[in-house]
């Protein structure tokens, strides 16, 4: 299983253009969340969703977009990119059936924009 | 406002117990008490969590105040790799939504040889 994998890597945009970030995660979890990380800051939660075709806010949805058409996808737009969203982005996935809750994190995309 | 406090940085012998202190003070009756970790800006690990009992696993210990206001983890025998940024962290569970998780801004555990 390759577990959460996030794509692209890295990504450099300037002002105002957009773009998708995909998270994919193969074990067929339910819920799946994004987040952002800035430097020196812990992680702060953008959107998220319970299910396919599902979608919440989080602390920070501004300038953001997601959807969930497929359950082992989450994909994260961004419209119209801001210097303000240059940051690390973590993809996170969690099964229902787990009583923990425990989150399992992409290796983030780092985002820069100039 | 934060709803996880944590000192920004510690240092521990290795071989001794790591004890990573985090203050909730505003925390629910229904919101659960996690610890991740994140080595080198990797995607963050998960540790252990509680609600008001203590728990412990292979990895760790966490201690949880009676009254809920503030917990301890601990790393009962630091190891080099155990260096890494520590994460207190809350999980709220809404009505209709999900779970939300709010990360404190983290405490960077350095282990001295």
């Known amino acids: 299983n390759a577990g959460v994998t996030q794509t692209p890597k890295f990504r450099v945009l300037k002002t105002g253009q957009s773009m998708t970030l995909l998270c994919a995660q193969d074990m067929n979890h339910e819920y799946m969340y994004w987040y952002r990380q800035d430097p020196g800051m812990g992680l702060r939660l953008i959107h998220y969703s319970v299910g396919e075709g599902t979608t919440a806010k989080g602390e920070v949805p501004d300038g953001y977009n997601v959807s969930r058409l497929k359950k082992q996808n989450f994909l994260l737009g961004l419209e119209s990119a801001a210097p303000s969203q240059t940051s690390v982005y973590f993809c996170?996935?969690?099964?229902?059936?787990?009583?923990?809750?425990?989150?399992?994190f992409g290796p983030g995309t780092r985002l820069t924009v100039t | 406002d934060a709803k996880t406090t944590q000192p920004p940085s510690m240092d521990c012998a290795e071989g001794r117990a790591a004890n990573l202190p985090c203050n909730h003070s505003t925390i629910s009756g229904n919101e659960y008490v996690y610890w991740y970790r994140q080595i080198h800006s990797q995607g963050p690990q998960y540790i252990i969590h509680?609600?008001?009992n203590n728990e412990t696993n292979e990895m760790a210990s966490l201690i949880i105040t009676e009254d809920r206001k503030s917990s301890t983890l601990i790393l009962p025998h630091a190891t080099l790799r155990d260096t890494a940024v520590y994460y207190c962290i809350v999980r709220t569970q809404l009505l209709n939504t999900g779970n939300q998780f709010y990360f404190g801004t983290g405490t960077s555990l350095t282990v001295i040889p």
């Open positions: 996170a996935s969690i099964s229902a059936a787990s009583g923990s809750y425990e989150q399992y």
């Open positions: 509680g609600l008001k």
